[in-house]
């Protein structure tokens, strides 16, 4: 029997594939949505979808409302700047309980908040290890939990703080393999039902150009999308020394970003935000995709420091994905997306038609003008913050983040095999990258565990 082509829709939908519920119509779309910009005109057809088009109505800050109480689950670097975009977001806004693995990253913040705050959390709202994040979301003194940590551990956390209640805001990515991706899956099915909000850290959904940009797509002012090109090429990312005091594992969680079970390889970690550009303004999910990259100049961890993914949509439409930390080459960070009619570009914020004259280009000195919030990282929370003083569930940005989530890691395992990935047999696997067993010592077999994955094989000797 051929296999049923399933919708991004219904894959958001489907128990059959690890989630709860049956097939129903959306309903968390909130009353914070707006239709396509009202220079639309009758010359544009726009493209059909039966995902909704959502734009969000932000201002300078959140609407006024009940005091938000929020946890912190994770408070490295991220978890500390998304704490103060959170706290930046509106009036009525506070921290009361922390949870980390590590003393000193909790500490860092705990500090700034009292200092810079005015903002003290208690000793016995102050948690630590693995399972410290279900003491924040246990408690009932939170209302919404903002989740920093490695990727590997976003969807399982998401998903306890939802069966207890809590909103949340949780970084990029939703998972970094099927299970996890099922597991967030299964938290936004939750949310819906129980009138709750999950954000996600894409911020470009709350970025005003790209929101512009998404609704003349939609329009139809590139016509029919047939393909794009998504970018993340920089430098080198910054990795941890090791110290001798450190376990294998304790070295793996602080240096996170340079190690595949943590964070999914820098396809997820950084390539995942063009991806989800592309999933977010096409409404299209992935068929297929063959991958290739390697580890050519990184000095720790077993990820690749470059990719390049040829990923095939639905209708045949293709997308070209490349992937990059090295130094000493050229840098992008940008998307493409190629229509029928003309070509966005994130790089000047324009769409062209095919012999290069422009069509429409965003106007950031009037957005200046006009607002004095344009920081997408603080919008991204106002946002939440409106949805949850409205009563309104929110979990479109995250349905979208779960494909795009699965987008990058099928590409990853793509590169890592040399092997041709399919969409539905990939998010029907039981692939996991989490350990057996989590703890702070040493790992066994670690220097032969953690290595680089080289594709294909050697070539045979031809004498």
Known sequence: MAKEKISRRQFLTRSALGTVGAVGSFTGVSSIVSSCSSESTSKYKPLQSDIPVYIPEMGDKAIDGKTIRAGVIGCGSRGSG????FLSAGDGLTIVAMADIFEDRLEGLRKHLREKRNIEVPDDKIHYGFDA???????????VVIIATPS?????????AIE??????CEKAAGIDPVSCRNFNAAIKQAQSKGLCIQTGAQRHHERSYIESYKRIREGQIGRITGGVVKWNQGAMTYRKR????TDMEYMLRDFFSWNWLCGDHVIDQLVHNIDVFTWFSHLKPVSVVGMGSQLQRRTGDIFDNFSLDIVYEGGVRVNAQARQIDGCDGDVSETIIGTDGIWTSKDMSIRDHDGNLIWQYDFDAEKAKYKQTNPYVLEHMDLINHIRSGKSMTLEAETLVTSS????????SAYTGKEYKWDDFIASNLSLMPKELHLGNVENFATTYVPPKMGKLAADMG
Do not use: S
């Not at 207890?164 to 805001?169: E, N």
């Open 82 to 85: 998304a704490t103060n975009d």
């Open 133 to 143: 994040y279900k003491k924040v979301c246990e408690d009932p003194n939170v209302d």
């Open 152 to 160: 590997i551990f976003h969807a399982d956390q998401t998903k306890y």
């Open 164 to 169: 207890k209640g809590k909103h949340v805001f």
């Open 243 to 246: 110290r001798p005091e450190w």
């Open 406 to 413: 699965l987008t990058g890691a099928m590409g990853r395992e």
